[in-house]
């Protein structure tokens, strides 16, 4: 069975400032995909980004990016110039490559972004 | 192009009630998942269903029942309700084929007193 670990309950970032959320998983599986979810107030369960195991380049979406280390099983997620809409519940998810293509997600890390 | 839809929005039942939330998709996905999501846990699986007419359980599936209904609906029942239960549930639907990020409804945020 997989683990994912976030292990920042909360974080707070001044505007504009770059912050990075912290993500761990376990899993003896070779081929992944990991995912970065935003829930902001409004509870919608945003995709912020995806990571594919087998690609070594670090996904970027914008501002968002990854740092994936596969040795190490972290994928970190870094907000660079952040704003008051990147508010919000932060999840980390794992999803096995074949399969159900079911979600295993950690317990979030809840974002302040402060003006 | 609604995406996926779950109704009612909100709901509070006494312990011992039942009730069924109801999913429906229209990007004509074959797999359905049912999460909840309680603080400090993150959103953990309860059943899925790999394709029409399939069902599984997941991670939390006691005191759950689902139901594939068709390709588009997929609705979660709970028979005796109880607080433990009180929770936000997330349906979501995924395509088969090249994994893809699930696509998830608004939530459901279920008291039950």
Not at chain 1, 62 to 81: G, H, P, T, Y
Not at chain 1, 82 to 108: E, N, P, R, V
Not at chain 2, 32 to 40: A, E, I, S, T, V
């Amino acid at each position: 069975a997989q683990t994912v670990t976030q292990s920042q309950p909360e974080m707070s970032v001044q505007e504009a400032e770059t912050v990075t959320l912290s993500c761990t998983y376990d899993t003896s599986e070779n081929n992944y995909y990991l995912f970065w979810y935003k829930q902001p107030p409004s509870r919608q369960m945003i995709l912020v980004i995806r990571q594919e195991a087998y690609k070594q380049q670090n996904a970027t979406e914008n501002r968002f990016s990854v740092n994936f280390q596969k040795a190490a099983k972290s994928f970190s997620l870094k907000i660079s110039d952040s704003q008051l809409g990147d508010t919000a519940m932060y999840f980390c998810a794992f999803m096995k490559h074949g399969g159900i293509d079911k979600l295993t997600f950690g317990t979030g890390t809840l974002l302040a972004v402060q003006p | 192009n609604a995406g996926v839809t779950q109704t009612p929005k909100f709901q509070v039942l006494k312990t011992g009630q039942s009730m069924t939330l109801q999913c429906a998709q229209d990007m004509n996905h074959n797999s359905m998942y049912w999460y909840r999501q309680d603080p400090g846990m993150g959103l953990r699986l309860i059943y899925y269903s790999a394709s029409e007419g399939t069902t599984d359980k997941g991670e939390v599936p006691n005191g759950y029942n689902v139901s594939r209904l068709n390709k588009r609906e997929f609705s979660l029942r709970l028979e005796s309700a109880a607080p433990s239960q009180t929770s936000v549930y997330f349906c979501a639907s995924i395509p088969q084929g090249i994994p893809q990020p699930q696509h998830f409804g608004d939530g459901t945020r279920l008291s039950i007193l």
